[in-house]
T-cell receptor, first 111, second 118 residues
Framework: GIQVEQSPPDLILQEGANSTLRCNFS?????LQWFHQNPWGQLINLFY???GTKQNGRLSATTVATERYSLLYISSSQTTDSGVYFC?????????????FGKGITLSVRP | GAVVSQHPSRVICKSGTSVKIECRSL??????MFWYRQFPKQSLMLMAT?????????EQGVEKDKFLINHASLTLSTLTVTSAHPEDSSFYIC??????????????FGNGTRLTVT
């Protein structure tokens, strides 16, 4: 099946700093989503971005489908941004369509 | 829009009992729903794909007789953990896709159910 690699695995930031989270995937995709999982386990859907660039407030994301990677940018980080960020992809090929998650990036924003 | 409701949010049960978790799409129809499991400090792993009106498709290594899935309508899928044991303690999350849009659309996730088996 499709492989999803996220980097770095852990990230510590000072409040106000910017960061870039990366997601590499091994096959063509028709779905790519970025999620933020809060301390209560709730998955917050940040972006649906199989290709192109999107922005939502301090967050933006870019997916370069031909090169099989996606980037999530966080600007002016806040303590509430802490948590685990997951990239999940759905392969364009294969008989069974399913969303495969990366291992996640644990972000800690210090005040 | 596209809200997925999951209940209960937390359940504690004794070893050997069965637990049912409900997943509802509140404002859309979903021909397919997905059940994931997440152990502490780990990623989400797909357990099974639930198809309305037909049998679920289970991922390799997931016991279909232990994790019973029923998708009787376009807005409701249930996961029953039968004869639960402590090793089944985990965070279970369901997701659904708006039926109208098919494959090229995002999955929407419920808030999860934290199961603790004592």
């Amino acid at each position: 099946g499709i492989q999803v690699e996220q980097s770095p695995p852990d990230l510590i930031l000072q409040e106000g700093a910017n960061s870039t989270l990366r997601c590499n995937f091994s096959d063509s995709v028709n779905n790519l989503q970025w999620f933020h999982q809060n301390p209560w386990g709730q998955l917050i859907n940040l972006f649906y971005i199989p290709s192109g660039t999107k922005q939502n407030g301090r967050l933006s994301a870019t997916t370069v489908a031909t090169e099989r990677y996606s980037l999530l940018y966080i600007s002016s980080s806040q303590t509430t941004d802490s948590g685990v960020y997951f990239c999940a992809v759905e392969s364009l090929t294969g008989a069974n369509s399913k969303l495969t998650f990366g291992k996640g990036i644990t972000l800690s924003v210090r005040p | 829009g596209a809200v997925v409701s999951q209940h209960p949010s937390r359940v504690i049960c004794k070893s050997g009992t069965s637990v049912k978790i409900e997943c509802r799409s509140l404002d859309f129809q979903a021909t397919t729903m997905f059940w994931y499991r997440q152990f502490p400090k780990q990623s989400l792993m797909l357990m099974a794909t639930s198809n309305e009106g037909s049998k679920a498709t289970y991922e390799q290594g997931v016991e279909k007789d232990k994790f019973l899935i029923n998708h009787a309508s376009l807005t409701l899928s249930t996961l029953t953990v039968t004869s639960a044991h402590p090793e089944d303690s985990s965070f279970y999350i369901c997701s659904a896709r708006v039926a109208y849009y098919g494959g090229n659309s995002p999955l929407h996730f419920g808030n999860g159910t934290r199961l603790t088996v004592t």
